[in-house]
């Protein structure tokens, strides 16, 4: 376990199996690194590793700024007329919500352990550029067209026709972030209705202006949009929705680069063959997240989703 006031936080260890074989083991907290972290940090120690197999200096700029440099500037600038317009947006889009009930197979514990498991199919590359296709002939984005399916789905069954999803966006409005590992990433709250009359080119009408929308006002972090919502807090559930959604697009791996990369990651080392293994994690942050992962034209969509064990069993999720 971390201890995240003393730290370290980021720890790395190096296992040598054979002369030829290692593996590297990083483990970051998530309170110090994202997703975009993640990518930052593949590509710089490609970049070190590099050089210094080539006997040369570190080739990585200076970073423009740091970590507490964004973190003044938020706070100083989330205040004000900023403030009180990024508020107004949001308790007026999310007023009377009530969090989706969603059907469970066993009553939800009174104590939540976070236990969880994961499930992974995917869905074939023809039904996926099916998708594709629907998706730009109604002028949204491919999460979006997914994103509507799946508050569809919830709708019905749930048997509610206002169906609020999380979505994590990277926050990283400021071109000096680009480059910087650090947690920037916030939570948003698609809210949606969904009436038996609704049509499909409808719903996605309206998903895609909510979600512009909600674009539009990221910059107020979850925490203080919680403040300001003031819900009724229950240790054994999360605060305005117990679902959420992340869509993924992963960088193409370069080709004229001499990795020999079996998971398209982005790893960048010279005459090495590199392999990344998720570890397994046995535990559910929330009710149900479900995560899709679109590889491009002509190839499947992975669906992964997360459930609690607690709450729900294999079969149900599948």
Same mark, same amino acid.
């Given at each position: 376990?971390?201890?995240?006031?003393?730290?370290?936080?980021?720890?790395?260890?190096?296992?040598?199996?054979?002369?030829?074989?290692?593996?590297?083991?990083?483990?970051?907290?998530?309170?110090?690194?994202?997703?975009?972290?993640?990518?930052?940090?593949?590509?710089?120690?490609?970049?070190?590793?590099?050089?210094?197999?080539?006997?040369?200096?570190?080739?990585?700029?200076?970073?423009?700024?740091?970590?507490?440099?964004?973190?003044?500037?938020?706070?100083?600038?989330?205040? *004000?007329?900023?403030?009180?317009?990024?508020?107004?947006?949001?308790?007026?889009?999310?007023?009377?919500? &009530?969090?989706?009930?969603?059907?469970?197979?066993?009553p939800r514990p009174?104590?939540?352990?976070?236990?969880?498991?994961?499930?992974?199919?995917?869905? =074939?590359?023809?039904?996926?550029?099916?998708?594709? &296709?629907?998706?730009?002939?109604?002028?949204? &984005?491919?999460?979006?067209?997914?994103?509507?399916?799946?508050?569809?789905?919830?709708?019905?069954?749930?048997?509610?026709?206002?169906?609020?999803?999380?979505?994590?966006?990277?926050?990283?409005?400021?071109?000096?972030?680009?480059?910087?590992?650090?947690?920037?990433?916030?939570?948003?709250?698609?809210?949606?209705?969904?009436?038996?009359?609704?049509?499909?080119?409808?719903?996605?009408?309206?998903?895609?202006?909510?979600?512009?929308?909600?674009?539009?006002?990221?910059?107020?972090?979850?925490?203080?949009?919680?403040?300001?919502?003031?819900?009724?807090?229950?240790?054994?559930?999360? =605060?305005?929705?117990?679902?959420?959604?992340?869509?993924?697009?992963?960088?193409?791996?370069?080709?004229?680069?001499?990795? &020999?990369?079996t998971d398209g990651?982005?790893?960048?080392?010279?005459?090495?063959?590199?392999?990344?293994?998720?570890?397994?994690?046995?535990?559910?942050?929330?009710?149900?997240?479900?995560?899709?992962?679109?590889? *491009? =034209?002509?190839?499947?969509?992975t669906i992964t989703?997360?459930?609690?064990?607690?709450?729900?069993?294999?079969?149900?999720?599948?």
């Amino acid at each position: 376990p971390f201890d995240v006031e003393s730290g370290p936080l980021v720890r790395g260890s190096v296992f040598r199996l054979t002369d030829v074989d290692h593996v590297l083991c990083v483990v970051m907290h998530h309170v110090v690194a994202d997703e975009w972290s993640v990518r930052i940090f593949q590509r710089e120690l490609s970049t070190l590793y590099r050089a210094f197999a080539a006997g040369l200096a570190s080739p990585l700029p200076p970073l423009p700024i740091q970590y507490a440099d964004f973190a003044v500037w938020q706070r100083n600038r989330l205040q *004000g007329p900023v403030l009180d317009r990024l508020l107004d947006y949001w308790t007026r889009q999310l007023a009377d919500l &009530t969090p989706a009930q969603l059907p469970t197979d066993r009553p939800r514990p009174a104590t939540p352990t976070g236990a969880g498991d994961m499930i992974t199919t995917s869905l =074939p590359a023809p039904v996926a550029d099916h998708l594709r &296709t629907l998706a730009h002939q109604h002028q949204v &984005t491919v999460f979006m067209a997914l994103l509507a399916a799946f508050q569809l789905v919830l709708a019905r069954w749930t048997g509610q026709r206002d169906i609020a999803v999380a979505i994590p966006v990277a926050d990283r409005s400021r071109p000096e972030t680009h480059t910087l590992i650090g947690f920037f990433v916030n939570t948003l709250i698609i809210r949606t209705h969904i009436t038996p009359t609704t049509t499909f080119a409808e719903l996605l009408t309206q998903v895609r202006t909510t979600v512009l929308e909600a674009f539009a006002h990221q910059d107020l972090p979850f925490e203080r949009l919680v403040e300001a919502l003031a819900p009724h807090r229950d240790r054994t559930r999360n =605060p305005l929705t117990p679902i959420v959604y992340n869509h993924e697009t992963p960088t193409p791996h370069n080709p004229n680069t001499t990795t &020999t990369s079996t998971d398209g990651t982005g790893w960048d080392l010279p005459d090495i063959h590199t392999t990344t293994y998720p570890l397994p994690c046995p535990h559910s942050k929330f009710d149900l997240t479900l995560n899709t992962t679109d590889h *491009g =034209p002509a190839t499947n969509l992975t669906i992964t989703t997360e459930y609690a064990t607690q709450l729900f069993n294999h079969t149900t999720i599948q």
